[in-house]
């Protein structure tokens, strides 16, 4: 494997190679660059000699890149959006004249949350645009690399790359349609006698705490059926005999709208907390401290509604 010292890096011919990566013609490239393409052949010439490898090879009309190409073309834009933040001079932040989009990624429970802060971020700056984005497994590494402004997710996550603000804690309780019979006579006996419904989303790997420490007392949780999204819920715990068991958040308003019941779950369950995360390298930038802010307003509303 060739060694690259990064002091022997001309920033340029990366520029050039995530222009090639996308044209995948020379021709192509040297127009959007507005360079010959004799120049940008030169600069294929020497990435190819800086990576040791072909990286895009003549098929027909077009470039077919390597292999090593492919992974160049997944991070290699990150990477130099990276360097830009990094040598642009910091713009003042005006949230009244701000044109700017700011993306939230968040498990989908906190959708209550997301009218408030709509309308907190409408009234405080109407030019600003709120990309909400779903929690996933990748979604850490994500906020770290830029790819986000902000991140809630459940306390615990420890990371040197990311800050965390805590957000609030929300015991568990377990729903149920109207009338349900586990209800009439609650406890952990009913609640194991009848299926669950479980939302399994791409964000949470290995076993729920839930059935951690119903394990730990002997508990047995029977799932009936599995959703994505927490969205999917209510619908069907009004029209079956399914449980849910979940933070009290995660459902919010949409237990009435669909005539849900609920009860305290029937066994010790510490709450669950979520937290609010931002980037250690980008956090403190003007523009994402007062987003951070404005999350933080929604989600002190929502706890006050419940």
């Known amino acids: 494997m060739n060694d690259i010292q990064l002091r022997e890096v001309d920033l340029n011919l990366l520029v050039v190679l995530d222009v090639l990566l996308e044209e995948r013609s020379v021709t192509g490239a040297a127009e959007r660059l507005d360079l010959t393409p004799s120049a940008v052949s030169h600069a294929l010439k020497r990435l190819r000699e800086l990576f040791d490898d072909e990286l895009l090879l003549r098929d027909g009309r077009r470039m077919r890149p390597t292999v090593r190409a492919e992974g160049l073309a997944e991070t290699l834009p990150r990477v130099l959006q990276q360097v830009a933040r990094t040598i642009a001079t910091p713009e003042p932040f005006e949230p009244t004249t701000s044109t700017r989009t700011f993306r939230l990624a968040a498990p989908d429970f906190i959708a209550s949350l997301v009218p408030a802060l709509l309308q907190d971020v409408r009234n405080a700056a109407p030019g600003i645009r709120v990309e909400l984005a779903p929690y996933s497994a990748t979604a850490v590494r994500e906020l770290a690399e830029g790819r986000y402004d ?47 419904l479980r939302v399994h989303t791409s964000g949470v790997r290995g076993r729920s705490p839930i059935d ?56 010790d369950l510490p709450p669950m ?15 994402v401290r007062w987003f951070l802010e404005r999350v933080a307003t929604a989600f002190s509303k929502l706890d006050e509604d419940q």
């Open 150 to 196: 902000a991140l809630i997710a459940p306390d615990g996550i420890r990371d040197e790359d990311l800050r965390g603000q805590p957000l609030g804690t929300w015991p568990w309780a377990v729903y149920g349609r109207e009338g349900h019979p586990a209800f009439a006579d609650w406890s952990a006996e009913a609640w194991s006698d009848y299926p669950h």
């Open 273 to 287: 907390g979520l937290s609010l995360f931002r980037s250690a390298a980008e956090g403190d930038e003007p523009g």
């Open 212 to 267: 951690r420490r119903a394990s730990q007392l002997g508990i047995r949780r029977v799932v009936g059926a599995m959703v994505p999204t927490f969205s999917m819920a209510a619908p069907i715990l009004a029209q079956t005999d399914l449980l849910l068991t979940v933070p009290s958040v995660a459902i919010g308003n949409t237990a009435i709208a669909f005539h849900l019941d609920h009860r305290e779950i029937p066994f």
